[in-house]
């Protein structure tokens, strides 16, 4: 079993900047990569980045790509997801994930967070 707990969410102008942070507990040897993923309302739950807890290798979805920057502290079991220059369509609630496995881009996650709001006003 993974724990996850969210933090750093909030209200934020367009072009604002936030940085969401996720710590990690539990089994967290056995974690290969950590995601997050963001929910809009009455849209369905969609992969925003990875990381992979070894190397360090990451993923974004197109529309974050040069926005948003995905790291580790793994001696602190916590990832963090660097959010710049936010518009209206990035709002939604903000979610961190763990994967055991090598999988396909937004697949495979087990273990959730419960998931930090976020908002950009217009």
């Known amino acids: 079993q993974v724990q996850l707990v969210e933090s750093g969410g909030g209200l934020v102008p367009s072009g604002g900047s936030l940085r969401l942070s996720c710590v990690a507990s539990?089994?967290?040897?056995?974690?290969?990569?950590m995601g997050w993923f963001r929910q809009a309302p009455g849209k369905e739950r969609e992969f925003v980045s990875h990381?992979?807890?070894?190397?360090?290798?990451?993923s974004y979805v197109d529309s974050v790509k040069g926005r948003f920057t995905v790291f580790r502290d793994k001696p602190k079991n916590t990832v963090f997801l660097q959010m710049n220059s936010l518009k209206p369509e990035d709002t939604g609630v903000y979610y961190c994930?763990?994967?055991?496995?090598?999988?396909?881009?937004?697949?495979?996650?087990?273990?959730w967070g419960q998931g930090t709001q976020v908002t950009v006003s217009s």
């Open positions: 539990g089994r967290t040897l056995d974690i290969y990569y």
């Open positions: 990381i992979t807890w070894g190397a360090g290798y990451t």
């Open positions: 994930a763990v994967s055991r496995r090598f999988s396909g881009l937004g697949e495979g996650y087990e273990y």
